[in-house]
């Protein structure tokens, strides 16, 4: 019995020992696949942010993948495994930098139950924010502002990325309502006059950037202090 006993311990041993074994294994395999995943999405990362200074200063159709390899040493297996195509690069790129960057909730988060006053500056304070954001990814030597440089991005996108028109639109379409919340919000509070078509003043607001933007462009880029200006003068006109 004593012998059977312990050939039992024996065997419960080994089989935990194994279960531990195979527990650690399984733990460590699922540590490399993370650790793996992770740099697999730093990379992916590098790549697009090297595609975006490019495309930022480059025609889609002129800037050679090759390029993108031989800045950050990588072997074609690995661009085409992140980005079996250029046009799934630019595509991305079109995605973070554009489509992501001007998404109206990113934009206004937190914005919900300011005044309209307190909004201008918020609005403002993020532009200044993105353009500073954005700049970092232009060099100091290239002739270009980076208003200029993404307005023209936007224009390669209009011919390059599928349906890029329309849903640009749906998010300028989206932003104005936002807009047209908090200037109804600012109207119940009595902080603006009433009477005002809300839609209209989103819209105005919403030109105002455009106008500044596309202006400022041919000169040293957006300048975010003559924008907010601009909107401080609308906002004096229609409050109360």
């Given at each position: 019995m004593n012998n059977t006993f312990m050939d039992s311990c024996l065997i419960n041993h080994k089989r935990v020992r194994k279960s531990h074994l195979n527990m650690l294994f399984l733990y460590i395999t699922k540590i490399g696949i993370f650790m793996k995943g992770m740099k697999g999405t730093e990379t992916k990362g590098l790549i697009r942010e090297t595609a975006f200074r490019l495309f930022l200063v480059k025609d889609f159709n002129i800037v050679p993948l090759k390029q993108i390899e031989q800045t950050l040493h990588l072997s074609r297996g690995c661009m085409s495994y992140h980005y079996p195509t250029k046009q799934a690069l630019f595509n991305d790129v079109i995605d973070y930098y554009i489509l992501h960057k001007q998404n109206?909730?990113?934009?206004?988060?937190?914005?919900a139950n300011l005044t309209l006053l307190e909004f201008i500056y918020f609005y403002t304070d993020k532009v200044a924010k993105t353009k500073k954001e954005l700049q970092f990814f232009l060099s100091d030597d290239n002739p270009n502002n980076i208003t200029n440089a993404y307005l023209k991005l936007i224009s390669q996108a209009e011919c390059y990325y599928p349906d890029f028109k329309q849903i640009a639109q749906e998010v300028k379409q989206y932003e104005v309502i936002l807009f047209e919340k908090i200037?109804?919000?600012a109207q119940n509070r009595k902080e603006i006059k009433s009477d005002l078509d809300s839609l209209l003043l989103a819209q105005q607001f919403r030109y105002l950037f455009y106008g500044q933007s596309y202006d400022d462009a041919l000169n040293n880029?957006?300048?975010v202090d003559k924008l907010k200006e601009q909107f401080l003068f609308l906002y004096s006109i229609i409050k109360i």
């Amino acid at each position: 019995m004593n012998n059977t006993f312990m050939d039992s311990c024996l065997i419960n041993h080994k089989r935990v020992r194994k279960s531990h074994l195979n527990m650690l294994f399984l733990y460590i395999t699922k540590i490399g696949i993370f650790m793996k995943g992770m740099k697999g999405t730093e990379t992916k990362g590098l790549i697009r942010e090297t595609a975006f200074r490019l495309f930022l200063v480059k025609d889609f159709n002129i800037v050679p993948l090759k390029q993108i390899e031989q800045t950050l040493h990588l072997s074609r297996g690995c661009m085409s495994y992140h980005y079996p195509t250029k046009q799934a690069l630019f595509n991305d790129v079109i995605d973070y930098y554009i489509l992501h960057k001007q998404n109206p909730n990113n934009k206004m988060q937190g914005a919900a139950n300011l005044t309209l006053l307190e909004f201008i500056y918020f609005y403002t304070d993020k532009v200044a924010k993105t353009k500073k954001e954005l700049q970092f990814f232009l060099s100091d030597d290239n002739p270009n502002n980076i208003t200029n440089a993404y307005l023209k991005l936007i224009s390669q996108a209009e011919c390059y990325y599928p349906d890029f028109k329309q849903i640009a639109q749906e998010v300028k379409q989206y932003e104005v309502i936002l807009f047209e919340k908090i200037i109804k919000n600012a109207q119940n509070r009595k902080e603006i006059k009433s009477d005002l078509d809300s839609l209209l003043l989103a819209q105005q607001f919403r030109y105002l950037f455009y106008g500044q933007s596309y202006d400022d462009a041919l000169n040293n880029g957006l300048n975010v202090d003559k924008l907010k200006e601009q909107f401080l003068f609308l906002y004096s006109i229609i409050k109360i």
